[in-house]
């Protein structure tokens, strides 16, 4: 089957009929090559796409340049791909035919391009992208492609060219490319700016100023540290000139950013170069109706605890910039959702400074004051094994954690589904300890699943669930003997036989969709998330 390829490439963004753009190069540097090579001949018209030759060391047509600086069989996850057009006419160009594939292509492939015929096996391969002319022809004229999203390391890639006709491959080098920073803001698919992006990564960044641009034709502004200025050290923002115009409603353009070289340590990222994109209107803060037992925190409302205070967002999509206390926190929020600002000192009066950024780019500060409460237990609903490879219901569990400082009394406490509650032995739970409330025939080892360690307190009730744990999920509740709710887990995700429902960090609130996630089972244990599932 052959798909005509449209003006438009089906992968555009369409929203506002978006205008999505990328950060330009920040710094000077130099360029890996391609030798230039004749067009290829084509193949036998009874090639197929299956059995095509594939193109290796031959790569035909134009020279082909790197940025940043890499050879070609070791190119970074980020990059650009710049073809050298010397003597062309911009005419003679049309940057809509080029591509980015993943894997080789050989004759037959290019051949398809050329006649903008697509199979659907090729089409399926093909890396969203966006590409544009450089200089000024006939001399020095050149075609910029840019990917956007890293490519996989370790694969190949071809870079194809209908218009004119040329193909080239590329590999990504296994490892040893500067990290990716993901862009935190503008939000996916609501972002109504194109002057303002922030990424954040792990290390903390010097302090720095250079000048950049979103390409090929956006706003021009600056490369800073932080999400806002003195807020977020492991963040950089793009920062465009307030009198920079905003396009809108222009097809084209979009764009990331390649490694940016910086002062001191480390020495370069990349920066996650999905596309600046007018795909929203502004959705402006409204602050936040809080509770009687609510303060107000910037535009969103605040429960004062002892060593954390838990936030509720306000009801639009926001960037949270938050520093004193010893916290320096960047947090991209949904509409509502709620987080928890930790670890804050007990007893202790505590100074923050907030910011909030909205999808358009508009920053508010603000200042915060409290006084944190004495140190208390936290006893959460961690873990939950509602779908075990060992005999139901025995082999079910639900793990608790205490987050707090201070012991738990468990007496009174009770575990409730939807059919019913538990109460639980009345024993404590002592600060940084696990328990596994467990049936009554519970086997530790079956031989099956994860055993739990041998400290590892074990509170046995004669049912646990009414009808023992739903597999394919339930909401829980953790219930103090005045009926409060200490602790929460949802009903979803559903998680595969033998895996468990856990929580991603001991931190991580009751009520986010982000929270809880499917993962291998350890009970007793943190959990270690992020491990490759099936």
């Known amino acids: 089957m052959t798909h005509r390829r449209p003006t438009r490439p089906s992968w555009a963004p369409c929203a506002l009929r978006a205008l999505p753009l990328a950060l330009a190069p920040l710094a000077a540097s130099p360029l890996s090559c391609a030798p230039e090579l004749v067009v290829p001949p084509h193949l036998d018209e009874d090639d197929d796409e299956e059995h095509a ?193 905003t396009p809108r409603g222009a097809d084209g353009v979009r764009l990331v950013g390649p490694p940016v070289a910086l002062p001191g340590e480390p020495a370069a990222v990349s920066l996650d170069p999905r596309p600046f994109v007018l795909e929203s209107e502004p959705l402006p803060a409204v602050a936040a109706v809080c509770a009687p037992d609510e303060l107000a925190l910037g535009p969103g409302c605040a429960r004062v605890a002892d060593d954390r205070i838990q936030v509720r967002s306000a009801d639009a999509p926001l960037l949270w910039a938050i520093a004193g206390a010893g916290l320096d926190e960047v947090l991209a929020m949904p509409s509502g959702e709620p987080f928890v600002l930790a670890p804050l000192p007990p007893l202790s009066p505590v100074e923050l400074a907030i910011a909030t950024i909205d999808n358009a780019g508009i920053v508010e500060r603000r200042t915060f004051s409290a006084m944190t409460l004495a140190p208390m237990p936290h006893v959460i609903i961690n873990e939950v094994m509602a779908n075990p490879l060992g005999p139901e219901p025995g082999q079910e569990w639900v793990e608790l954690y205490n987050d707090g400082d201070v012991p738990a009394d468990l007496t009174g406490v009770v575990l409730a589904d939807v059919g019913g509650e538990t109460e639980l032995p009345s024993i404590p739970l002592m600060p940084g300890a696990y328990a596994l409330v467990v049936n009554e025939d519970y086997v530790v080892d079956d031989e099956l699943d994860p055993p739990p360690p041998p400290e590892t307190l074990l509170l046995r009730v004669p049912k646990l669930g009414s009808h023992g744990l739903s597999n394919s999920g339930e909401p829980l509740k953790l219930k103090d003997r005045g009926g409060v709710v200490l602790s929460r887990s949802p009903a979803a995700p559903e998680p595969k036989p033998g895996m468990s429902l856990a929580r991603v960090a001991p931190h991580a609130p009751d009520g986010s969709a982000g929270s809880f996630a499917s993962n291998w089972p350890t009970p007793g244990r943190v959990n270690i998330m992020n491990q490759e599932i099936p």
């Open 53 to 245: 030759e594939v193109a290796g060391p031959t790569d035909a047509g134009p020279e082909l340049q790197i940025e940043p600086a890499a050879p070609l069989h070791a190119a970074p996850p980020v990059l650009r791909l710049r073809v050298l057009l010397p003597g062309a006419s911009a005419g003679s160009v049309d940057p809509a035919r080029a591509l980015v594939i993943r894997g080789k292509i050989g004759a037959a492939h290019l051949r398809q391009i050329e006649q903008g015929e697509l199979s659907t096996a090729l089409s399926e391969r093909i890396v969203p992208s966006i590409a544009w002319l450089n200089g000024t022809p006939p001399e020095d004229l050149s075609l910029t492609v840019a990917p956007l999203a890293p490519l996989a390391p370790g694969e190949t890639y071809a870079i194809a060219s209908g218009s004119p006709v040329f193909a080239h491959h590329i590999q990504i080098a296994a490892e040893g490319s500067p990290p990716v920073l993901p862009r935190l803001w503008p939000p996916p698919e609501a972002g109504a700016t194109l002057r303002l992006g922030v990424w954040c990564g792990d290390i903390p960044f010097p302090e720095m100023v250079t000048a950049a641009t979103l390409a090929p034709d956006g706003p021009t502004g600056e490369l800073r540290r932080g999400a806002v200025d003195d807020i977020g050290a492991r963040c950089l923002r793009f920062e465009g000139e307030p009198a920079a115009a």
